[in-house]
């Protein structure tokens, strides 16, 4: 019998990482968990430890270090603090896959780290290839590195692919919630509070995606990494909103025949998918019934009123440093948001001043991208601080 693949789940208290400890548990004989991080959830973290008994945990928030220490002294647990700790440790020889499960910008340098080391990538962090997706795909190839996704949509689109030459694609077609204010006005969206914005009508997921997904940035941000994952020319990514959530995403090729994925909303399924490709394991997850869903409907997004997918557009046709930038304001954005701070339409217009006063830089290295993603949130605190965008009140 072949031994379990070790995982190592980086942001494994997040909703994604909870989710994959949940596939490896109903799985022991395929899979154990070998590194466990956490940013800053020093209980959680201890709780799975004790649960799966990994190698490895890491606590980037040096703070909790001892906390998590003390907690699990009588293990023979390591116990690791700090985001170089973690860089260094998804390097770790016996790891097979790493399932990047950060949020934001914080999964782009342990995720180079992994590749660097020949490990598979699980990646749920799509604001890696946003914000680096030359690079990160360069390094891939160079280092024979396959990345797998775990976004329902991009795991949507790999599935309809399997089999197929890629240079018959002739569409891609990302499907979208519309979150919870599909069809509400710019007067409606001014009033919304984040305790609103919080309630996805089909997923459960963390607060930062979740608003994201109220925004339509979370489909912006996957059209970008679409772009890098299926080396695909921009023009062919499309989004079409599907308020059921039913249909993940389409491939349309250049016969004219669509392959769709479907299933019922549940993000178990792209994370086995991913962590046991190219098998797939049987399961006990609840069964899509097509009688309970007699309708499935499809309209165009709104970008007028959601601006934020017509300014990831832009920043995927601007290039260079530009999604760096759109993804940095944003992650600054909706933490003001979410504290408060800003109104919900307000975090579109601290992405598009972002836009317009970082500087522009065709090809960025990664010190570049490191240092325009310092430059954009600094900027971006500023103006919440303020409340203003180039003097005007916001």
């Known amino acids: 019998m072949n031994n379990p693949k070790n995982i190592a789940i980086l942001g494994s208290t997040g909703s994604i990482g909870t989710q994959a400890l949940e596939v490896i548990a109903e799985n022991p004989s395929l899979f154990k968990a070998f590194l466990l991080t956490a940013n800053n959830n020093a209980y959680l973290l201890i709780q799975q430890a004790l649960q799966f008994n990994p190698e ?4 980037c928030d040096d703070a909790k270090y001892l906390e998590v220490k003390q907690a699990l ?5 390591k116990v690791i603090a700090g985001i170089s700790a973690i860089i260094d440790a998804v390097t770790h020889p016996d790891i097979d896959i790493v399932l990047t499960a950060m949020v934001g910008f914080a999964g782009l340098q342990p995720t180079i780290a992994a590749i660097k080391a020949g490990k598979t990538i ?15 795909t360069d390094l891939a190839k160079k280092h024979n590195v396959k990345i797998l996704p775990v976004d329902s949509e991009h795991s949507a689109i790999y599935q309809c ?3 197929e030459d890629n240079k018959s694609i002739e569409k891609l077609i990302l499907t979208a919630s519309g979150g919870p204010f599909r069809g509400k006005d710019a007067a409606f969206l001014a009033t919304v509070t984040r305790e609103h914005a919080l309630k996805h009508p089909n997923w459960v997921m963390g607060a930062k995606i979740t608003i994201d997904s109220a925004t339509l940035m979370n489909k912006g941000l996957e059209v970008i990494e679409a772009k890098w994952l299926f080396d695909i020319d921009n023009d062919k990514i499309e989004v079409i909103v599907h308020p059921q959530s039913i249909v993940h995403s389409m491939v349309q090729f250049n016969d004219g ?7 019922l909303p549940d993000m178990k399924l792209p994370i086995q998918y991913a962590l046991a490709y190219p098998a797939r394991l049987q399961n006990n997850f609840k069964r899509f019934d097509f009688t309970a869903y007699p309708n499935l409907s499809f309209e165009k997004p709104d970008t007028e009123t959601f601006r934020n997918l017509g300014l990831a557009f832009k ?7 530009m999604p760096c930038i759109i993804n940095a304001a944003n992650e600054v954005a ?14 579109s217009d601290i992405i598009e001043a972002c836009m317009k006063h970082i500087a522009y830089l065709d090809s960025p290295t990664l010190d570049d991208y490191l240092n325009t993603d310092k430059e954009t949130r600094i900027f971006a ?8 965008v180039k003097g005007a009140a916001i």
């Open 381 to 388: 605190q500023n103006i919440i601080q303020h409340k203003t």
């Open 257 to 263: 025949s669509i392959k769709a994925q479907m299933g």
């Open 122 to 136: 699980a990646l749920a962090n799509k604001e890696t290839l946003v914000v680096a997706g030359e690079l990160i």
């Open 56 to 59: 490895y945990v890491a606590i």
């Open 161 to 163: 692919l399997v089999g």
């Open 334 to 347: 909706v933490a003001g948001f979410l504290s408060d701070k800003i109104g919900f339409l307000e975090i």
């Open 73 to 77: 002294a009588h293990t023979p647990i």
């Open 315 to 321: 920043a995927l046709n601007d290039g260079g440093n």
